[in-house]
Every structure is written in C-alpha cells, then in structure tokens.
C-alpha cells in the first residue's frame, strides 16, 4: 500500500469591516480606492490580512481605528465568505464585520494612496472581489438589527431629538416612517429615555433629548 502526501491548502484570511453611517439623511458606506494590483483603481471595502498573533476581533478593531479614528462603537461579526480574492492560489477566506459610527466622531484617515471616502449607498461603484455581496449582507442585518436592538446608538451623539433618531432609521430603512407610531414604539423599548434637557431648532419649539439607556 502506498501512501500520498500533500502540503495542506492553506487560504489567506482577511479582515474586512464594512463601516456604515448616516449623513444628510442618507446611509452611506466607507470604501478604498485600491492603489496596487490587483483590482488597482477600483473601490473596495476596507480590509487586510490576518496579523501574526491576532484573532480576528483584534484585527477588525484594528482596521477600523486606522479608517475612522474610533473603536468604541458598534461593532458585529458578520459573515464568512470563501474566494472573494481569485488571485489567491490557496484560496482566500474573508471574514467580514460591520460597524456604526458617528459621522461627527470620525476623523478618515488623510493619504493619497488608498484613499477613503463616504459613499451613498445608492451610488456606490461597482466593487472589487465580489464586494456588492458583501455590502448586501451588511445592509440586510443592519436593518435585522434595528428591529430588536439598540445598535443606532453609534450613529447618534450622546443625546439626541426624537426627530434626529428617526432621521436615522428611515435612513437605514430606506423608507419614510409615521412619526407618531415611531415615537410610540420606541418609547415602549427599553433603548431609549428622556433627559431634563432641550434643544431649541429654528422656529419650532425647544424639542426633548433623549439617551441611550446603553449608554448611561
């Protein structure tokens, strides 16, 4: 009997972090413009290899802190997708996470070569590795998520106008929302409360601030 041997295949594995926020009323994804082959000059979601000694989580932060400037926001394991990057020759296993963030906490990061930028949601490029699946996904748990959690707080400061949290989930959602069943469903949540103060906004009233209750 004789016995083959062959070298293990061992894939690359990535990082990527689909980053999200809102800005003017509009969803908008972070995205690089990818200064080396392959794919060079198209746009891509941010990413990168596994570093030495790093899980996964770690690597994800990592990411996202060198884009954005922050790390204490929402941030989820996504998916696990095998191939996205065919000029692999053992394969390539992209692990991706997705995050929410302020706009007014964000400071992108400023270079040239793989340059970042906000993009519509509505009006995002066409995308190297098959990232449009990745994108898809992210947005259809984003909007799973709003459902039953209080992952908007990352889009939001510290307190906020009813009026500015539902800017942001028809945002997300796409749609415009009832106002007043919106304020009744949240309210009956436990995400959100009321604080003592007000904001005046142009003419109209001084309008109530709410909180995370996560966040207090």
């Known amino acids: 009997m004789t016995t083959e041997t062959s070298e293990a295949r061992r894939p690359t594995v990535a990082v990527l972090v689909v980053i999200f926020t809102v800005v ?3 969803l908008q994804v972070l995205l690089i413009e990818r200064s080396a082959p392959p794919a060079e000059g198209q746009w891509a979601i ?3 290899a596994l ?16 884009e954005t400037g ?6 989820e394991q996504l998916y696990t997708f095998g191939d996205l990057d065919p000029a692999s020759s053992d394969g390539s296993v992209g692990v991706a996470w997705f995050a929410l963030v302020d706009p007014n906490r964000v400071r992108l990061a400023q270079r040239t070569a793989w340059r970042p930028q906000w993009w519509d949601l509505n009006e995002v490029p066409p995308l190297a590795f098959d990232n449009e699946e990745v994108l898809d996904i992210a947005r259809t748990r984003l909007i799973n998520k709003l459902q039953y959690t209080d992952a908007a707080y990352s889009l939001l400061p510290t307190m906020f106008t009813m009026r500015e949290l539902q800017d942001v989930y ?8 009832d106002k007043r069943n919106f304020r009744r469903r949240l309210l009956a949540t436990d995400f959100i409360a009321p604080t ?3 904001r005046k906004e142009g003419r109209h009233r001084p309008a109530r601030l709410y909180h995370f209750t996560s966040r207090s």
């Open 24 to 26: 003017d009323g509009a």
């Open 46 to 48: 941010p990413g990168g």
């Open 51 to 66: 570093q030495h000694g790093e899980t996964l989580e770690q690597a994800a932060v990592r990411k996202l802190a060198e």
């Open 70 to 75: 922050v790390t204490d926001l929402f941030l």
């Open 170 to 177: 028809e945002a997300i959602l796409g749609r415009p929302l």
């Open 196 to 198: 003592s103060e007000q």
